[in-house]
T-cell receptor, first 112, second 111 residues
Framework: KQEVTQIPAALSVPEGENLVLNCSFTDSAIYNLQWFRQDPGKGLTSLLLIQSSQREQTSGRLNASLDKSSGRSTLYIAASQPGDSATYLCAAPEGSARQLTFGSGTQLTVLP | DTGVSQDPRHKITKRGQNVTFRCDPISEHNRLYWYRQTLGQGPEFLTYFQNEAQLEKSRLLSDRFSAERPKGSFSTLEIQRTEQGDSAMYLC?????????FGPGTRLTVL
């Protein structure tokens, strides 16, 4: 059974800083890995999806990497802004239903 | 394409009451998922439908929980005899398959 871990649980940085969020998973035979953003009390917004054959995926100021051999993915946020403040979750699909197994998230605060 | 919608957005109920939530997936998506999220945790999988068939159920889905997806369109999740431990955000997602798109969730508070 897949287990997904995110460290740290919370992170606070000044505006403009580049930062890295970490995600680790136990089963390296993953189909893909997805990063989500969740604002307080809201649903999930998909940010990036990395297929198992890819090593990186980029969208604007976001870059996600995937290293299956080490069981790790990172989300890099460049030039952080206060509007980036949210909880960031990573998730990997498992089972025939491809249901997602989530980490517990990293709560990011970008200070103006 | 208006995305995944869920109703109600918030529900407050007393312990022992029954509640029902509705999820309307993206129209062309044949796969529908229910997840539950408690404070400070990531969502946990509850159940999965492909069209109208319920194909997967998590051990988290106790006998008090039942889900349906008549005609493979919208889905309902019912909780009978609610307990305080049922207080959580209930999220619905759909896919075609591929990327799962999430709804805004229903926040349940059991008093």
């Amino acid at each position: 059974k897949q287990e997904v871990t995110q460290i740290p649980a919370a992170l606070s940085v000044p505006e403009g800083e580049n930062l890295v969020l970490n995600c680790s998973f136990t089963d390296s035979a993953i189909y893909n890995l997805q990063w989500f953003r969740q604002d307080p009390g809201k649903g999930l917004t998909s940010l990036l999806l990395i297929q198992s054959s890819q090593r990186e995926q980029t969208s604007g100021r976001l870059n996600a990497s995937l290293d299956k051999s080490s069981g790790r993915s990172t989300l890099y946020i460049a030039a952080s802004q206060p509007g980036d403040s949210a909880t960031y979750l990573c998730a990997a699909p498992e089972g025939s239903a491809r249901q997602l197994t989530f980490g517990s998230g990293t709560q990011l605060t970008v200070l103006p | 394409d208006t995305g995944v919608s869920q109703d109600p957005r918030h529900k407050i109920t007393k312990r022992g009451q029954n509640v029902t939530f509705r999820c309307d997936p993206i129209s062309e998506h044949n796969r529908l998922y229910w997840y539950r999220q408690t404070l400070g945790q990531g969502p946990e999988f509850l159940t999965y439908f492909q069209n109208e068939a319920q194909l997967e159920k998590s051990r988290l889905l106790s006998d008090r929980f039942s889900a349906e997806r008549p005609k493979g369109s919208f889905s309902t999740l019912e909780i009978q005899r609610t307990e305080q431990g049922d207080s959580a955000m209930y999220l619905c997602a759909s896919s075609s398959p591929g990327l799962q798109y999430f709804g805004p969730g229903t926040r349940l508070t059991v008093l």
